[in-house]
C-alpha cells in the first residue's frame, strides 16, 4: 500500500476500481470519526455526571426534540449519501457499453473455461485487452462459483442454468490472479487462473495465434504444455501425492483397481477413455468428478497427453 486509494486493498487496475475505492474510503473514515467521538463523548459523559453524593437523585427526563432530530438526520444524510453513491457505482458496474468484448465463462468444479469469439477456448487462463471494455459471460456446469479479479474490485457468481455477467475495462497490461470466492468443494482454493492483460495490439496477435499449433513440439512436449494449460493439475499431482484424483507418477502400465472391483492395466485406450468419459471407468477410492474433456481437446491432443503421461515414470 502506498496510497489511501489502495487501503486494504491490492492495486486499482481498472477504470471503475477508483470510485469503488472513494466510497469504500468515504465508508471508513466516517464510520472512524463516529467511533472516536462517540467513544469519547461516552468516557467524558461518564465522568462528567457521575454519582456524587449518597442522595444525590436522578433527574427525570423524558425527551428533548432537538438532540433526537439531530442524531436522526445525521445518520439518515450519511446512509442516503453512501446508497446514492453505492447505486450510481451498481448501475455502471451492471451495465456494460455495446461495444464491450465478449468472452463467455464456464465454472467447473475446479476450473475455469474461457471462450473467445474465434472458437478458441483456454483454460485457468484468460487473456483480455486494454483500454476496451470487456463482458465477461458466466455460467457454471456444476455448483455455485465466483469469479473474482480484486485489482479490478469485480466478482460475479457462475450460477448453474443461469446466465450472469460482469464487465471491466482494464488501465494497462498486466498480470494478476482470479479466485474463485464461493466455496465449491475440496478443490476450491485450487480453483485458480491466470488473468493476461495485453496491450490491443498484443490481444490481436495472441487472439490469431492462440490456437495456432507449435509444430516444432514433439507429441510429449505439446501433451505437457496441455496438461498444464487444461487444468489437469489442479486434480493430478506429478510427484505421487493423491490430490482430487490419483497421481500421474507412473501412471503407465500401472494396474488400476476400478470401482466395481475389477483390475485393469492402464494403457493407451483406458487412458483415451478416462479423458473423454471420465465416468464409464472411476477408479476404486475417488469420486467420479472429473469433467468430460470431449469437445474440449481433440484427438490429436489427446494422443498427445498420452504421449506425455507415458513419459511420466
Ligand atoms: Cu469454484
Known amino acids: 500500500m502506498n496510497r489511501l486509494s489502495d487501503f486494504m486493498l491490492p492495486d486499482a487496475r481498472s477504470t471503475f476500481a477508483g470510485d469503488v475505492d472513494a466510497l469504500f474510503n468515504f465508508i471508513n473514515v466516517v464510520s472512524l470519526i463516529l467511533l472516536i467521538g462517540i467513544t469519547i463523548a461516552i468516557i467524558y459523559f461518564a465522568y462528567k455526571y457521575r454519582r456524587k453524593s449518597e442522595d444525590e437523585t436522578t433527574p427525570l427526563i423524558t425527551h428533548n426534540s432537538k438532540l433526537e432530530i439531530t442524531w436522526s438526520v445525521i445518520p439518515l444524510i450519511l446512509v442516503i449519501i453512501v446508497f446514492g453513491w453505492g447505486y450510481n457505482g451498481y448501475l455502471n458496474l451492471t451495465t456494460a457499453p455495446d461495444d464491450a468484448y465478449e468472452i463467455r465463462v464456464v465454472g467447473k468444479s475446479w ?35 465466483s469469479l ?13 442454468n443461469r446466465y450472469t455477467s460482469l464487465w471491466f475495462e482494464a488501465t494497462e497490461p498486466g498480470e494478476m490472479t482470479i479466485y474463485c470466492t ?51 493439475l489442479a486434480c493430478h499431482s506429478l510427484d505421487g501425492s493423491t490430490l482430487q484424483g490419483p497421481s500421474f507418477e507412473g501412471i503407465f502400465g500401472r494396474d488400476r483397481e476400478l470401482q466395481d472391483g475389477s483390475v485393469v492395466t492402464i494403457d493407451e485406450n483406458y487412458l483415451r477413455q478416462s ?39
Open 275 to 313: 479423458i473423454i468419459e471420465p465416468n464409464t471407468q472411476v477408479a476404486a477410492g475417488f469420486p467420479a468428478i472429473m469433467p468430460s474433456y470431449a469437445g474440449s481437446l481433440d484427438d490429436r491432443q489427446i494422443d498427445a497427453i498420452i504421449e506425455y503421461l507415458k513419459t511420466l515414470d
Open 182 to 232: 464461493e466455496y465449491c468443494g475440496s478443490a476450491h482454493s485450487n480453483m485458480l487462473a491466470d488473468l493476461y492483460v495485453h496491450s490491443q495490439e498484443d490481444f490481436q496477435t495472441w487472439l490469431e495465434t492462440a490456437d495456432a499449433v507449435d509444430e516444432t513440439l514433439s507429441p510429449a512436449e505439446l501433451g505437457q504444455q496441455l496438461v498444464q494449460r487444461q487444468g489437469c
Open 148 to 160: 473474482f479479479i480484486p485489482e479490478f474490485r469485480v466478482k460475479m457468481d457462475a450460477l448453474p
Open 111 to 145: 476450473l475455469w473455461e474461457f471462450h473467445y469469439d474465434t472458437g478458441f477456448v483456454s483454460v485457468n487462463e484468460l487473456h483480455v485487452p486494454a483500454n476496451q471494455p470487456v463482458k465477461l459471460i458466466l455460467s457454471s456446469d456444476d455448483v455455485i462459483h
